[in-house]
């Protein structure tokens, strides 16, 4: 019989918020952009036939989250250049009572210009994050018909990104 070993190997998870333009400045060159990439207390519930999976992050799930060097991304695409990052200053995070704020400022790349452009139109308007939960960090509750998860300790923050389609409606 085969046994499969059970090796703990954190999950790297992602979820979605809205993005926007927080400032243009086309004669000094300036694209600032910026949004909420977590909410907290806020349920999402999606349904899978007859089943449905509900999240919640809660408040203070970010208190012990290090983001001394948090990139901001495209689709959380390893292979598209970083566009920003807490590490330069060139990406804010903030965490309120309510969620965590990003504010970036875009330098001038063509990659960059042409992401900016997008959100501007609103092709792109939607943030998302990726993350890994603390060992013990979540519980999870099964119903019948239903699963319930409650997020209370994020140990690693992976990125911040600026989304086609968002988890979080």
Not at 45 to 50: A, E, H, I, N, R
Not at 148 to 160: C, F, M, P, S
Request: aromatic share 10%.
């Amino acid at each position: 019989m085969n046994q499969k070993t059970n090796v703990f190997e954190p999950t790297r998870e992602q979820r979605m918020m809205e993005l926007r333009i927080f400032e243009q400045d086309e004669q000094n060159g300036r694209m600032v952009i910026g949004g909420s990439a977590v909410k907290f207390d806020t349920p999402q519930t999606y349904s899978f036939g007859d089943l449905s999976y509900t999240e919640i992050i809660h408040r203070g799930a970010l208190d012990k989250t290090d983001m001394a060097r948090v990139p901001l991304r495209y689709n959380h695409n390893d292979s598209v250049i970083v566009m920003a990052r807490t590490k330069n200053r060139s990406l804010r995070l903030t965490v309120t009572d309510a969620d965590l704020k990003i504010e970036a400022d875009l330098i001038d790349t063509q990659s960059n210009r042409d992401l900016y452009k997008c959100i501007q139109e609103g092709l792109i308007d939607e943030m998302s994050f990726a993350f890994v939960v603390r060992d013990g960090g979540d519980t999870w509750t099964y119903g019948k018909d239903s699963v319930t998860r409650d997020i209370y300790d994020i140990a690693q923050l992976y990125d911040v990104s600026v989304v086609d389609l968002a988890f979080y409606q």
